[in-house]
């Protein structure tokens, strides 16, 4: 199947399925990865770690009064990207890197959360695995 680049293909590219990116790393890293996956596995593994990671930052972003994501949302509505300030490209870039960071806090979450479950069913997700070297 191939995939349509356009100019909207890349943006939610960026904004949408970029930021899982760490999440996913990191998962992997603790983890391991099925090397047999398509490209549609990586990519919806990319977006659920961007959404939970958006969904974390969000909770910090709250907490600590941080500037929340809809700051990428309110330009490109009102259709004024030119109106920009440096204020909200620093509100953006601070939200942005945020979504990144809360993608390696969930990819992080969800990777202890499979090694302690391991523990407690020594059986891997992958049917090919050797679980003696996924579940140590």
Excluded at 24 to 30: A, G, L
Excluded at 54 to 70: D, E, R
Excluded at 105 to 133: N, Q
Aim: proline share 4%; glycine share 6%.
């Amino acid at each position: 199947m191939q995939i349509d680049f356009s100019l909207t293909t890349l943006f939610i590219f960026i904004l949408g399925i970029l930021p899982g990116l760490p999440g996913n790393q990191i998962f992997c890293m603790f983890v391991g990865e099925d090397r047999k996956d398509d490209i549609w596995k990586k990519l919806i593994s990319f977006l659920l770690f961007s959404v939970f990671g958006l969904i974390i930052y969000s909770i910090i972003a709250v907490l600590f009064n941080l500037p929340l994501a809809t700051v990428f949302i309110d330009p490109l509505i009102s259709k004024k990207l030119n109106s920009i300030t440096n204020d909200t490209y620093i509100q953006m870039t601070i939200a942005y890197i945020g979504h990144f960071g809360g993608s390696a806090l969930a990819g992080l979450i969800s990777a202890l959360t499979i090694r302690i479950l391991c523990k407690w069913a020594p059986v891997s997700a992958y049917p090919e695995a050797w679980d003696s070297f996924i579940c140590k």
